[in-house]
């Protein structure tokens, strides 16, 4: 979805929500994939715009799986993330006035033609707020490296063979 900057009313709110399906979500994260979406992907938001610039807050909220590191069972991500951005035209991208007033030092994103593309931001911040190192549980044994199995379930005999 995308909205068009010219359109939004000056200082006032405009609201937006919009999902993915599953496979738009896993399309969008294809290249991260550790991680695998499950079910779909909901975002919603308000845009104000103030003169030529756009304030966007927002949030997301999507499942993702993964697999611990260790054991490689499936671990669940439920991930409900805000995000806060300032939204310039490309044509401020190379001007040199500085901090802004109300600018608050948010991330910055850049757009162009009036087009506020949110299906980019949103997939811009979901991929940043992807969790690395998966491991199910802190104390995870992971896997025999003789037998391969997975040691949180069962203890296997191969310790006391490999312990040379
Ligand atoms: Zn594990
Ligand atoms: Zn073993």
Same mark, same amino acid.
């Given at each position: 979805? !995308?909205?068009?900057?010219?359109?939004?009313k000056e200082d006032a709110?405009?609201?937006?929500q919009d999902s993915w399906s599953e496979e738009k979500a896993n399309d969008?994260?294809?290249?991260?994939?550790? !991680?695998k979406v499950v079910g779909s992907l909901h975002f919603n938001g308000l845009l104000r715009r103030r003169g030529s610039k756009c304030h966007l807050t927002g949030s997301f909220r999507v499942k993702t799986q993964a697999l611990c590191y260790r054991c490689l069972e499936p671990i669940i991500y439920d991930l409900n993330e805000d995000i806060e951005l300032e939204l310039l035209?490309?044509?401020r991208a190379n001007t040199h006035d500085g901090y802004e007033i109300g600018s608050d030092e948010l991330d910055i994103i850049y757009f162009e033609n009036n087009k506020i593309d949110l299906?980019?931001?949103?997939?811009e911040s979901l991929v940043l707020e992807l969790p690395t190192h998966h491991l199910c549980q802190q104390a995870c044994k992971g896997l025999c490296s003789h037998?391969?199995?997975?040691l949180n379930q069962k203890q296997c005999h191969c310790e006391s063979s490999l312990n040379i």
């Open positions: 979805m !995308h909205v068009l900057s010219s359109q939004l709110d405009f609201a937006f969008i994260i294809d290249g991260y994939a550790d !991680h035209p490309v044509s299906d980019s931001i949103f997939a037998c391969g199995k997975n």
